[in-house]
């Protein structure tokens, strides 16, 4: 009986372990395309706070022209501290410019905080951003589930719309 408590206990540690060090998401972000056509982002926590965005690619659609199906990690992750923490909800003017977005590269906006809380937009390329409209909100809807949402819903909404989605996703 011990011998099989040690066998078990080792075969559960490396799970144990690999979910230990993926923390859970605990907020969503939405882009919010301005009327002068900036862009700002939308922080919802569930609880906690942030103080740092981080834009990353993801994936790349095609292959570069070496036939590398993995050209997206030559693209380097850009990183912005906030200037104060949000807690809670605020919004902040995205960081990044959306000219540097390679055009065959998904990416994705992450906030981070010092206590491991974070939150996530949606998946996007250059011409899906470029896409929203003023008064849109690009928004992860579809990427997790939901009560009032599914997979097939359009990602972009109106700002009312991604409250919403925000209030069920930490409900």
Not at 108 to 131: D, K, P, Y
Request: aromatic share 8%; with cysteine.
């Amino acid at each position: 009986m011990t011998r099989w408590r040690g066998v078990a206990i080792l075969l559960l540690a490396p799970t144990l372990a690999l979910t230990a060090c993926t923390p859970a998401v605990t907020g969503t972000l939405g882009l919010l395309r301005q009327r002068d056509g900036s862009l700002d982002v939308l922080v919802r926590l569930c609880h906690g706070s942030v103080d740092s965005l981080e834009l990353r690619a993801i994936n790349s659609f095609p292959p570069n022209q070496d036939g590398d199906s993995e050209g997206w990690r030559n693209v380097k992750a850009k990183e912005f501290a906030l200037s104060e923490p949000i807690i809670g909800a605020g919004d902040v003017a995205m960081p990044f410019r959306e000219q540097t977005l390679g055009k065959d590269v998904l990416f994705s906006v992450t906030a981070f905080g010092e206590n491991g809380e974070n939150a996530v937009s949606g998946h996007f390329a250059a011409s899906e951003l470029a896409a929203v409209k003023p008064g849109e909100v690009l928004t992860p809807i579809g990427m997790f589930a939901s009560d009032i949402y599914d997979s097939s819903d359009d990602p972009v909404v109106s700002p009312e719309e991604f409250q919403r989605f925000a209030d069920d996703f930490c409900s």
